[in-house]
């Protein structure tokens, strides 16, 4: 009879789970107290930030302007938000510069939030320095007392109010265009007809310069090299797209009006301006609103009609198109223009002889007396 071996024989006992040592217990209770638990917070923690940060708060200062003082802590701005109902809370905010936006700088100005708005939305607002703006236009053909007036009737600006003739002594500084027009007076014609923007804190010299920095911008170097081709200075051509853009009511009509510009200089012929004739009565302050016997008759380097070649400046703002066609006029044979009266859109006729024109004049002057007639 075999036995079995004595090892195998004894009855095997189960073996007992050996405990972790007391010492990696306590490291990975370390771990859980100083790694994982903080990260479980932050986590929650930033989650929650950036849901509040996101959360769209509506409120009733849409139209209000609130002026952040230059000098304001980002604690009192935060304040100030939260009291003019912008901000719903600040602790929020508050954290999330702290932990995201450090090196974040709100800037002071004059702001309007729109309703509903994120509290992320008022701080990239403040840190752009996205101020509250508003709108001003200067129209194509405005001359510089109508640009003075605009200028001085401007309002929601810190600086005092000005006349329109305190503005017209702004608009003599000749500095900001010397290099381009060392014959200038003022800043006719080089104040770009265009909408602008301010705000509170802007002042009319800036809105001046700005319109000066518009037209440089505009009036490319292509265009400066097309004048010297045409051997005329930035003034001249400044000045005959002033009178182009005054005679122009069909844009389509530029090209034809600065060849019969162009035509009657080349010919020596007085260039009959109309508006030059309304501009010399303005500069005298006699303008009556219409073209009277005695305005034709006034001796004035800007009247058209008794001095030979283009007057002595602009005479008004032109638009970007109307020095494009003083640069590049049509190729016609026209050399004189009047409104057309078989239409009623300000549009001309053209006539390149005297006899053609004559005709075109009687025309209209025949439907005007029966348009007196009819009132």
């Known amino acids: 009879m075999n036995r079995v071996p004595p090892s195998r024989a004894r009855s095997a006992k189960p073996m007992r789970q050996q405990k972790p040592p007391k010492k990696s217990r306590s490291k ?20 929650w930030l950036r849901l509040e940060m996101n959360r769209p708060h509506a409120h009733e200062a849409t139209k209000k302007l609130i002026t952040i003082e230059s000098g304001s802590s980002t604690n009192q701005i935060i304040a100030r938000l939260n009291r003019e109902g912008i901000l719903a809370s600040t602790l929020p905010v508050k954290l999330w510069l702290r932990t995201f936006g450090r090196g974040q700088v709100l800037k002071a100005g004059d702001y309007t939030f729109k309703s509903p708005i994120t509290p992320i939305e008022v701080i990239n607002r403040l840190g752009r320095g996205d101020i509250a703006t508003k709108d001003f236009v200067i129209p194509e053909g405005f001359n510089y007392f109508d640009t003075a007036r605009v200028l001085a009737s401007l309002q929601g600006m810190k600086e005092r109010q000005m006349k329109p003739e305190t503005v017209m002594g702004l608009l003599k500084n000749r500095s900001l265009i010397e290099d381009l027009d060392p014959q200038a007076t003022t800043l006719e014609g080089y104040l770009f007809p265009d909408t602008y923007e301010y705000s509170v804190n802007s002042t009319r010299e800036q809105l001046i310069e700005a319109m000066v920095k518009r037209f440089r911008k505009v009036y490319t170097p292509e265009m400066q090299r097309r004048a010297d ?29 600065s060849s019969v510009f162009h035509r009657r200089l080349e010919k020596r012929i007085q260039l009959a301006c109309d508006p030059t004739l309304i501009y010399a009565a303005l500069l005298e302050g006699k303008y009556r609103g219409k073209i009277y016997q005695s305005d034709i008759d006034r001796d004035s380097p800007y009247n058209t009609y008794k001095k030979l070649g283009l007057p002595p400046g602009p005479i008004a703002s032109p638009g970007q198109r109307s020095i494009q066609a003083a640069l590049y006029p049509a190729d016609t044979n026209y050399l004189y223009f009047v409104v057309d009266a078989t239409k009623n859109d300000g549009s001309h006729k ?16 025949q439907q005007e007396r029966n348009q007196q007639t009819e009132r």
């Open 350 to 365: 053209f006539s390149a002889s005297s006899k053609e024109h004559v005709e075109a004049v009687k025309l209209l002057r």
């Open 229 to 257: 081709e045409l051997g005329l200075t930035t003034r001249q051509v400044m000045t005959l797209a002033s009178l182009i853009e005054k005679e122009a009511r069909v844009d389509s009509e530029r090209e034809l009006i």
């Open 28 to 47: 990975f209770k370390l771990f859980v107290i100083f790694i994982l638990l903080p990260l479980a917070i932050f986590g929650g923690g930033s989650f």
